[in-house]
């Protein structure tokens, strides 16, 4: 049947008389044109309305500026006959298998309704569904337009018993009508949750369909079009065709290199490395995960405006002074007075980092040869913050990497190490080393709990003789101990640095403490500081940033996606925590962490990093230690406490991420534990869940693969075992990546007080006689030299800026409520308890600032720790917790 208006012919689908019958499922058509026009379908003279229901869907689509997103623009002449498909599908199944009841389905008043503030686009069109059809459960959409479409959300208003409106939460691209497919239609359940074994009937085999549809079959190359998630190991780090020099190992996949899953890409293999992938000018990700229009113009908008853009465009122009450091700390202070000038591009071809680096960024213009940085909050209020031991030790605490810092419990102190590849396992820090420091001796203070350390001997040692190969760049292994004062202030003690055996120089180790007794101590001290900073901002970055969210995140996200369907409570309770981390991982891997990325030109294992985070994947990191409470008591750094808040005591009271992290790991398991207990009233509804099981599953034995075998994984058979399991992957996502990314440009946008890489060895390490002579007349020329050369630390500082930036369209934990929890009385009532407490813990975190007893977080100079305060609005804010791992 064609219907004729204004002489333009809109190819509708014959209304058939019945209702029809796929896989036994009940369906009604109905069509949106692409023109604004009023529709009719046919009507059967033998069909009675009377008794139907006339219903109303109203069609929301994005719009990208003056238009639909991708140029389809509502009347545009050339779209004239395509359309937007929708087919009701009811929850119920036929009565008769095989056989159809007698009726006729009415469409009509098909329009173009509003355009909002959002730029959305509202269409509308009514129908008569026939008192027969029973509930709609799912609407099957398809789109004959020639371009994607982004459908926002589908509300079908008049049902008598849905409260007058059915709502549909879509937030998808319906991608065009592909004649090679066996079928085009997009399924989008209603926003009710069902455990599979509660799918109402005439669901299931769709249920099923769209979970076989996302998951693939794990063959051929991914497009940009495709909405696939799979796995695979991370072999696109390198790039050997390009040079064999870009050749890197495969990470996960084989004991020697373990490490999570990324998503699937499918691309050829290398020619140069039959283990590696091609790189392309872009990463796939499913098409539903990049980033949303407004993120995208403001992550474009910021790596222009934070110099990132410039800076690797003019790297031709200044690769070849790569090494050049500051000449004076007046030069460094001009960064944010005067800023930096980029020398003028005078090369006509891409040296070989810019091209393993990315050029998606816009080209640089003379106006953008001048890079502006903005003055860090702690260098704006004390100019001297950075020299500081206590803010050095404070840190640890209340900085950028508060994961580290961990209890003594043993002495003496012993490398685990093989002592006949890396020399004797005893520390150089003795007894007496300490004990001239503290009141008491060593082993009183370990019983007291007073002693804390840094220690990053064993997991960098290995490191050591690979790295010193590299020009510009040393490394040691290192242990720095504090002590806990009258105060609840951690003091440093002492800084043991290591040098392993190498060649025929046997094994090297020197201890450093703050004594003032001496100039040449005191200088010493300063560069022992600086080696140990650096250690802690590639830990910072390449362990308790990336790996232990993003990376570790990613096999979550995909797991999800495969196994939960989307009507699926946990999937929509995850949902929110799972948004833009493939895109921005993708990014990373093309950017950050790829061979000859700003990680390797700028942190002290440079081509040895991602090594360095497969070691410490295989050594450190376990699911069960990524919950708080648990990652506290296996560092000492809290134990058990049934009469203490959280039920945990700390062992240093003024903790502020501890004391603030367990304000938001409460009140994220309190908000997970009554959802959890709504859809799963007893533990039989968990084991019996099929997909929860399936998902879980393969979490473990693909996703953390390499890890499958470890005796840690909690099991999923309870209600608690669900609950601890959500609030973790929930906790990482959130609050854990917010505390170590929010305030990387705060603490290292002055980059003395957080070098990223240490470019030489301490002066009295086998020093010659003209290196002992530089350091005795000139030690502040000493640590200029070790500090970051001039390229290193402005693609750091411009990275940092970046990362640490608020995007406009941010979705803060506890902010808005999902549209599928606000229509559960219950679950709507637990979420506005779970936003009331997070502003409640925005008070308290305020107070806890304000309070001149808590010296971590209150002093002269000192800048609040307000880093898991949950809200924040755009930009640079150091505050802010968001839902997901969006940046």
């Known amino acids: 049947m064609q219907v004729h208006i204004n002489s333009h012919h809109f190819s509708l689908r014959t209304y058939y008389k019945g209702i029809e019958k796929k896989g036994g499922s009940k369906r009604v058509w109905g069509v949106f044109p692409s023109r604004s026009k009023v529709v009719m379908a046919s009507s059967d003279g033998n069909n009675n309305t009377k008794s139907s229901q006339r219903v109303k869907a109203i069609v929301t689509l994005k719009q990208n500026g003056g238009g639909l997103l991708n140029g389809v623009v509502d009347g545009i002449d050339e779209l004239v006959g395509k359309t937007l498909v929708l087919e009701l599908v009811s929850n119920d199944l036929n009565p008769k298998v095989n056989s159809e009841k007698g009726t006729t389905i009415k469409g009509y008043n098909v329009h173009k309704t509003n355009e909002n503030e959002n730029s959305e686009v509202l269409y509308e ?180 405006s934070s110099g990132v853009s410039a800076v690797l465009k003019s790297l031709d122009a200044i690769f070849t002074n790569l090494n050049i450091g500051f000449p004076s700390f007046e030069d460094i202070d001009s960064l944010y007075k005067e800023g930096y000038e980029l020398p003028p591009l005078h090369a006509t071809a891409l040296n070989i980092i810019q ?104 997991l960098l ?85 990336w790996l232990r969210t993003h990376a570790s995140v990613e096999p979550y996200v995909i797991a999800t996606k495969r196994q ?51 070691s410490a994947y295989d050594q450190l990191w376990r699911f069960d230690l990524q919950a708080l409470p648990n990652d506290l008591i296996h560092r000492g750094m809290a134990v058990e406490d049934p009469n203490a808040a959280h039920g945990l005591k700390l062992t240093i009271e003024d903790y502020p991420f501890a004391n603030d992290g367990l304000l938001i790991w409460d009140c994220l398991k309190e908000w997970i534990t009554d959802y959890v207990n709504h859809y799963y009233p007893n533990p039989s509804t968990i084991e019996s869940d099929a997909e929860l099981q399936s998902w879980w599953n393969e979490i473990i034995t693909i996703g953390h693969g390499d890890k499958s075998s470890e005796p840690w994984w909690p099991n999923l058979k309870t209600q608690k075992d669900l609950i601890h399991i959500i609030t973790t992957i929930s906790w990482v996502a959130s609050a854990h990546h917010a505390s170590v990314n929010f305030a990387q440009y705060m603490y290292g946008g002055y980059f003395p007080n957080r070098p990223a890489i240490a470019r030489i060895k301490m002066p009295d390490e086998d020093p010659s006689l003209e290196e002992w002579e530089n350091f005795m007349t000139n030690p502040d020329q000493t640590l200029l030299e070790c500090f970051p050369s001039q390229i290193q630390a402005l693609l750091v500082m411009v990275i940092l800026n970046l990362l640490s930036d608020h995007s406009p369209d941010e979705e803060y934990i506890g902010q808005f409520m999902e549209p599928s929890w606000g229509e559960d009385p219950i679950i709507k009532s637990s979420f506005e308890r779970f936003n009331k407490r997070l502003k409640e813990i925005e008070g308290i975190i305020d107070s806890r600032n304000g309070n001149i007893d808590l010296k971590n977080r209150h002093g002269a100079g000192l800048v609040p720790y307000e880093l898991l305060k949950p809200f924040s609005g755009p930009g640079l804010t150091g505050k802010g917790v968001p839902y997901s791992i969006s940046i």
Request: charged share 25%.
């Open 564 to 614: 939960l369907s989307a009507m699926h409570p946990i999937n929509r309770l995850l949902d929110p925590h799972l948004r833009y981390t493939l895109e921005i991982n993708a990014l990373a891997r093309q950017l950050l962490i790829s061979a000859a990325g700003i990680i390797e030109l700028s942190f002290s294992p440079q081509r040895y990093s991602m090594e360095l985070s497969s």
């Open 125 to 304: 069109a009514s129908f008569e569904v026939p008192p027969e059809f029973g509930d709609v459960g799912a609407v099957l959409v398809e789109n004959e337009q020639h371009e994607e479409l982004f459908l926002k959300s589908i509300v079908i208003d008049g049902f008598h018993n849905n409260n007058g409106s059915l709502n549909f939460t879509c937030d998808s691209w319906i991608q065009p009508k592909n004649n090679d497919k066996a079928s085009n239609k997009r399924v989008f359940f209603s926003n009710k949750c069902y455990l599979p074994s509660e799918t109402p009937k005439g669901l299931r085999k769709l249920r099923e369909e769209e979970l076989e549809e996302l998951r693939g079959n794990g063959e051929g190359e991914r497009k940009s079009r495709d909405r696939i998630y799979d796995y695979d190991v991370y072999n696109d780090l390198g790039d050997p065709d390009l040079s064999i020099q870009l050749k890197r190992p495969v990470l996960g996949g084989s004991k020697h290199y373990p490490y999570p899953r990324r998503c699937r890409t499918g691309r050829p293999h290398s020619n140069q490395d039959p283990l590696s992938e091609k790189r392309s000018g872009s990463f796939y990700v499913p098409r539903d995960e990049e980033f949303g229009e407004r993120k995208q113009k403001q992550f474009t908008e910021t790596i222009v």
């Open 461 to 545: 040692l290995p490191y050591v003789s690979k790295v010193r190969e590299i020009e510009g760049t040393t490394l040691y292994g290192s242990r720095t101990i504090f002590s806990l004062t009258s105060k609840g202030t951690l003091k440093p003690l002492a800084i043991e640095l290591t040098r392993p055996q190498i060649n025929n120089n046997g094994q090297w180790k020197r201890v450093y403490t703050p004594s003032s007794s001496s100039s040449t101590e005191l200088w010493l001290w300063r560069l022992a500081k600086a080696h140990v900073v650096a250690h802690d901002c590639g830990v910072h970055e390449l362990v308790s940033h």
């Open 355 to 458: 091209k393993a680096i990315p050029t998606f960024f816009k080209p640089a213009n003379h106006t953008d040869n001048l890079l502006n940085f903005d003055a860090p909050q702690p260098f704006k209020r004390d100019k001297f913050f950075w020299l500081s031991d206590e803010e050095f030790a404070r840190e640890t605490l209340a900085g950028v990497n508060p994961y580290s810092i961990q209890l003594i419990k043993e002495w003496p102190l012993r490398s685990k190490l093989d002592p006949k590849v890396y020399g004797p396992p005893e520390s150089a820090i003795t007894s007496e080393v300490i004990e001239s420091q503290i009141s008491g001796t060593v082993e009183q203070a370990i019983s007291e709990k007073k002693l804390f350390m840094l220690d990053y001997h064993d």
